[in-house]
C-alpha cells in the first residue's frame, strides 16, 4: 500500500509516526499486504515536497509523534509538548526539542544516553552539519545558505567554529530531534517487519539547493565561486510542457564523484537502506544521462542529454553495501541505454496501469506485456487517484477498459485494483486513496503545479470496516500473501 506518514490521521497538521501509524500498520497486517511504500522522509521546505529536501539524510521533525514524546519520563510538561503541535510549527518545535534535550540530559536512565551516544557517532558525518546548517539558517531568517555572510557560506573554518560555540543549545536541539525521529521511525519499522510488512522508502536523484547536503558538500556540486549552479537539472519539451520542466537542482560533479569511488552516494544510500527494506530510485534515467540546462535559462529548451555515469555509480554501491534492493523508477520517455542500465543491475522498473489504455496492444504497461520482475501500480503519488482517474476518461477509452478487462459493468476503480494484483509483477502497489476509491480532490500531487499539493490526511471513517477482509481474499486469491 502506498501512503505517506504525513497522511495518516491525527491532531497536528500532519500525520507522525505514533499511534497512528502502528494502527495502519495492523491495517496492512489484518489485510495480508507484507509493503508499506512512503515518500521521501526529509525535512521539506515551507512547500511541503518531500521531493525537495532540507536533506536527503535527516529525518523530518514533523513526522516526531509528541505523544509518544510525552510518554518518556524524561518528557516535558504537557502544555509545552501541546505548543509543538501548534501552528507555528517550525519555531514550536524547535523550542520544544530544546526543552526535551535539556530534560534527556537530567533525567534520561544510562540505556537511553548510551543509545543517543551510539547515535550520535553513527551519524556525525551528516549529522553535525545539518545541525548547523539548520540553526544557522534559522539566525538568517531561513534564507538559503548563499546568501549567508560569506564566511559562513564558504565554510570558513573559524566561522564555523565561533558558530558552534554561540549556537550550542540551538544545535543540540536540532541533534537531539534527530535522535527522537530515528528511534520512532525504527521503532516503526521493527513492529512492521515483526508484522511481516517491509517498509519501502524513496530516493529522490537530486537534491535541493537549499540544502544542508549542497551546503556541506559543494564540491560535489557543479556550482559557481558564490554558491549558485552553473547548470540544473529538469527534463527537455514533451507532449505535457512546450518548454520542458525545468527543476532548478543543482546538477552533480561527476569527476568528483569518480575520483572519491562515488562516496557522497554510497553514505546516502547506507543512511536510506538503515530505515527502509527497498528503495525506489526517483528519476533512474538521470543515472544513465541527465537533462543538463544552463543555470541562467528559464526554461528547460536550452538544455541537452550529458551522460551520468549510473554504472559506475551503482556498481560501487554493491561493491561496499552487497546486494541493492532497489526499484527503478523508469517511467517516461525511456531509451534503450536505460533499459540496458536497469537490467544490468536486475532492478525491476515500474507499470502503471492507468497508462495502460492509451494506445494500442503493443502498450508496455498492459498487463500481457508485463513481465515479472517489475512493480505493479494502479498509479502513484504523482498520478490522478484511479476513481479520478476513470470518470475523466471519454467513453470510447472507457470502452476499451472494460473490454479489456472483461469485467463489464464491475465498479472502478476495483477492477483496476484487482488487475494490476492478478498480473506477474513481483509486487504490486496500491495507493490507498484507490482503496478507499476516492476521487480527484483526494490526490496527493499534481506535478507542474506549487500549491496545494502534499497536504492529504486520511481519515479513519472512510474506511470500510471489511476493508482488511476485502484485502486479504483479494491477496489470497492471486497469490499474494506473503509467507509467514
Not at 553513527?122 to 560569506?150: I, K, M, N, T
Not at 504497461?365 to 487517484?385: A, C, F, K, M, Q
Request: proline letters at 7%.
Amino acid at each position: 500500500m502506498l501512503l505517506h506518514p504525513t497522511s495518516l490521521p491525527g491532531p497536528g497538521l500532519g500525520g507522525d509516526l505514533g499511534p497512528e501509524a502502528h494502527r495502519f500498520l495492523e491495517l496492512l497486517r489484518r489485510g495480508g499486504l507484507s509493503v508499506w511504500q512512503v515518500l521521501p522522509l526529509g525535512p521539506t521546505h515551507a512547500d511541503g515536497s518531500p521531493y525537495l529536501a532540507q536533506s536527503v539524510r535527516a529525518g523530518n521533525p514533523a513526522l516526531i509523534s509528541l505523544e509518544l514524546v510525552a510518554a518518556c519520563a524524561w518528557a516535558p510538561p504537557a502544555s509545552a509538548l501541546e505548543t509543538g503541535s501548534g501552528e507555528h510549527t517550525v519555531s514550536s518545535r524547535h523550542q520544544v526539542f530544546g526543552q526535551c534535550a535539556e530534560r534527556f540530559a537530567a533525567l534520561a536512565d544510562t540505556g537511553e544516553r548510551e543509545a543517543y551516544a551510539a547515535f550520535r557517532q553513527r551519524q556525525s558525518d551528516w549529522l553535525e552539519d545539518y545541525a548547523l546548517y539548520q540553526v544557522l539558517r534559522s539566525a538568517a531568517g531561513d534564507r538559503a545558505w548563499w546568501h549567508w555572510p560569506e564566511s559562513l557560506r564558504d565554510r570558513e573554518s573559524n566561522a564555523l567554529a565561533s558558530a558552534r560555540r554561540s549556537h550550542r543549545l540551538a544545535l543540540e536541539a536540532v541533534r537531539f530531534e534527530q535522535f527522537l525521529f530515528y528511534q520512532q521511525w525504527q521503532a516503526l519499522r521493527r513492529a512492521a517487519n515483526t508484522g511481516g510488512v517491509l517498509m519501502f522508502g524513496d530516493l529522490p536523484l537530486f537534491v535541493a539547493h537549499d540544502s544542508a547536503d549542497v551546503w556541506a558538500e559543494p564540491a560535489a556540486f557543479r556550482l559557481g565561486p558564490d554558491g549558485l549552479p552553473t547548470v540544473v537539472a529538469g527534463v527537455p519539451p514533451d507532449a505535457f510542457s512546450a518548454t520542458g520542466q525545468h527543476w532548478g537542482n543543482p546538477h552533480y560533479d561527476w569527476v568528483y564523484h569518480r575520483r572519491n569511488d562515488f562516496a557522497w552516494w554510497r553514505r546516502r544510500l547506507a543512511t536510506e537502506l538503515e530505515r527502509c527494506d527497498l528503495l525506489r530510485l526517483d528519476h533512474f534515467r538521470g543515472l544513465q544521462a541527465c537533462w543538463e540546462i544552463p543555470a541562467d535559462c528559464d526554461t528547460a529548451l536550452e538544455g541537452c542529454w550529458v551522460p551520468a555515469p549510473g554504472a559506475e555509480l551503482l556498481a560501487a554501491a554493491r561493491a561496499h553495501l552487497g546486494a541493492l534492493p532497489l526499484v527503478a523508477e523508469d517511467l517516461g520517455v525511456i531509451t534503450p541505454e536505460v533499459l540496458a542500465l536497469r537490467d544490468r543491475f536486475q532492478l525491476p522498473g515500474m507499470k502503471i496501469l492507468q497508462f495502460a489504455f492509451d494506445s494500442d496492444a503493443s502498450n508496455p504497461y498492459l498487463p500481457h506485456n508485463l513481465e515479472p520482475n517489475s512493480v505493479i501500480y494502479t498509479g502513484t503519488h504523482d498520478n490522478d487517484t484511479s476513481a479520478g482517474w476513470w470518470a475523466a476518461l471519454p467513453e470510447e477509452r472507457r470502452a476499451r477498459v472494460l473490454e479489456y478487462l472483461g469485467c463489464g459493468s464491475a465498479p472502478m476503480p476495483e477492477a483496476l485494483m484487482r488487475c494490476a494484483m492478478g498480473t506477474v509483477s513481483r509486487l504490486a502497489i496500491l495507493p490507498m486513496q484507490d482503496l478507499l476509491g476516492l476521487d480527484s480532490s483526494h490526490r496527493m500531487n499534481v506535478p507542474g503545479t506549487a500549491e496545494g499539493n502534499w497536504r492529504w490526511r486520511l481519515r479513519w471513517e472512510q474506511v470500510d470496516p471489511g476493508l482488511s477482509e476485502q484485502l486479504h481474499h483479494w491477496a489470497e486469491l492471486y497469490g499474494r500473501v506473503a509467507p509467514d
